[in-house]
T-cell receptor
Framework: AQSVTQLDSQVPVFEEAPVELRCNYS??????LFWYVQYPNQGLQLLLK??????LVKGINGFEAEFNKSQTSFHLRKPSVHISDTAEYFC???????????????FGKGTKLSVKP | DTEVTQTPKHLVMGMTNKKSLKCEQH?????MYWYKQKAKKPPELMFV???????INESVPSRFSPECPNSSLLNLHLHALQPEDSALYLC????????????????FGPGTRLTVL
């Protein structure tokens, strides 16, 4: 079974600083990877996704992520964060084999990004 | 439009009550999902409907009863819940090909915050 590890449960950072949120997955087959953001008391919003092709994926709100197959990683980055980026960030992998007929998202435990002024 | 709506936003119920959560999407998606999210945890899959048929039930207790009356609507009927069922209940939807393409992005609603007294 696939799994996703988000190495940092909390990441505090100052406004306008760069940030990297780490995500590693376990899989021996092709994977599809996603980053979702959850603002306080809200649902999940898709930031970006990797399905195939270029390993550098650009998403909304200035975020990008790089798929690294050899390191089984999909780290999320932003060169300059804003106060409004404070939220919980979830990395997820799509399990091709789950249920036989329907892919399933497997989430990491989340990383809380706190941006301080 | 990538909007999934959920009602109500908040729900407080007693252990003997019967209530329902509603989810709606008008994106023509044929797969719909219910997730449960406890505080500071990632979402956990409960049910998946594909073409209005239940395709995945993650061994959820029978006090949770899903229903998909048509391709745009998904309900979750609640009866005799326990206080530990208090959580954020998220609905999501995705396009679903006949091959069950797991590359389909899941779009989430804002959730219903449920409190069981």
């Amino acid at each position: 079974a696939q799994s996703v590890t988000q190495l940092d449960s909390q990441v505090p950072v100052f406004e306008e600083a760069p940030v990297e949120l780490r995500c590693n997955y376990s899989s021996s087959v092709s994977v599809y990877l996603f980053w979702y953001v959850q603002y306080p008391n809200q649902g999940l919003q898709l930031l970006l996704k990797y399905l195939s092709g270029s390993t550098l994926v650009k998403g909304i709100n200035g975020f990008e992520a790089e798929f690294n197959k050899s390191q089984t990683s999909f780290h999320l980055r932003k060169p300059s964060v804003h106060i409004s980026d404070t939220a919980e960030y979830f990395c997820a992998v799509s399990d091709l084999n789950y249920g036989g007929s329907q892919g399933n998202l497997i989430f990491g435990k989340g990383t809380k990004l706190s941006v301080k002024p | 439009d990538t909007e999934v709506t959920q009602t109500p936003k908040h729900l407080v119920m007693g252990m003997t009550n019967k209530k329902s959560l509603k989810c709606e999407q008008h994106m023509g998606h044929r797969a719909m999902y219910w997730y449960k999210q406890k505080a500071k945890k990632p979402p956990e899959l409960m049910f998946v409907y594909s073409y209005e048929k239940l395709s995945i039930n993650e061994s959820v207790p029978s006090r949770f009863s899903p229903e998909c009356p048509n391709s745009s609507l998904l309900n979750l009927h609640l009866h005799a819940l326990q206080p530990e069922d208090s959580a954020l209940y998220l609905c999501a939807s995705s396009q679903e090909g006949t091959s069950g393409r797991s590359t389909d992005t899941q779009y989430f609603g804002p959730g219903t915050r449920l409190t069981v007294l």
